[in-house]
């Protein structure tokens, strides 16, 4: 009986840790990165916490293949782990207020940049990121094309109109967006897709996005095998306020006939600029 009732406050403390991590850390964002032996032990002390939480911890991502990383967060001077999809900085020198640190999983060696260990295959495997940092960026998985009506823009700071479009991005200095003004008009489209074979399997995706304005309009992410019509696996219309809000897990099936597209479509105004940053895509199924 009295394991019992341990049990069930460690359980209530994990779910109050549980609650406490979607405040305090964003799942895209970390603050370093640590490479780990392949044999992963005690990587920092917790201490705040019976030593459950830490066992627990441990034991999944030794287990668990798809783990590749582990994160330690800190809320107010309280410590917790979390597993975590894990990679290698991208663009180094990122900076932000998250409290978070994260560990990759790799085997006697570090993985390049914009890779990450896959511990299924034993590889470094390149990470499909956009952060949209670079004119041409090596790792971006999407680009523009036409059979639309206009393209997206990249840009960095807030844009030209007002009431509309974030005041920065998400991550570094740039981000891409749908400039409404004149001459858009009601339901012009812009298109990216991507320019990758992929492979027969579930890919997960994650992103920032910011659709600020009265008149704002719809952004679909869509997968397009062969002839078929387009599938959406993921919609939003009308104005989400003026912040960043992050899409944390979309699975996504795809095979080597399959494009992703992003569909923006303008509102019934200019208030309409819909943006997205750091996209990525995991050739896993979402954890
Ligand atoms: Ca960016
Ligand atoms: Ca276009």
Known sequence: MQTRIWNIVALMLLVTVS?????TCESLLYESDVPLAFDIRAYETITTFPGSLMGTCSDRCLRDKSCLAVEICESGGTKYCRLVRG???????VTGTETCKQYAVVLNTTC??????DRETAQCVQQDVCNFELTTEPTCFLTETTGDIFDWTRRSGSTSSVSTGPPSAKV??????TETSSPRLTGDTAWLVSNRVFEDKTYCLSMYYHMYGSTQGTLKIQTITGSDPPVTHWELSGDQG?????????????????MIRFEGIRGTNY???????????????CP
Do not use: C, Q, R
């Open 19 to 23: 609650v406490s991590k979607a405040e």
């Open 242 to 258: 003026n912040t960043w809000h992050s899409l944390d897990k979309l699975n996504l099936p795809l095979n080597n006939n399959t």
């Open 112 to 117: 390049g940049a914009l890779e990450f260990y």
């Open 172 to 177: 570094g200095s740039y981000y891409k967006y």
């Open 271 to 285: 208030y309409s600029d819909m943006s997205i940053d750091y996209v990525v895509l995991w050739p896993f199924a």
């Open 87 to 93: 990679w290698t900085p991208g663009y180094l020198g």
